[in-house]
């Protein structure tokens, strides 16, 4: 991706330009693909991650700065996306585990054969 090139399509799509979005989405694909690649836990879930880092950087572009490098800005949106995905997959994993009649809350035993839990 050639700095140069993308300014001025980012001046375009913070003007709402799809073209300019396109434009965008064409020239960092690879390289935002191959980042989240890399971070992603698990490698089914990129296309997803994919997607919220473009939607990320629409809602986030008015806090790009023109004289700042695009690349080290679109990293760091694209690690803050990733981290963020895994922290929603991790507390989606752990409502799950809290849950039915395999929690270990519900079926532990405590003391002479007894549950401390009162059946539901």
Known sequence: MNEMDIK????RMSQGDE???????DLTRDQAYGLIYYLAPNKQEVPDIMSEVYIELIKSLDNYEQGQKFSSWF???IIRQVRNWKRKS?????????K???????????GVGRSS???E
Not at 8 to 11: A, F, K
């Open 100 to 110: 039915g009649e395999g929690s270990i809350f519900r079926t532990a035993s405590f």
């Open 75 to 77: 990293n760091g949106l």
């Open 117 to 119: 839990i009162p059946p």
């Open 8 to 11: 001025p399509w980012l001046i």
């Open 90 to 98: 991790w507390l989606a994993k752990e409502s799950y585990a809290g």
């Open 19 to 25: 073209e300019a979005f396109r434009a965008v989405y």
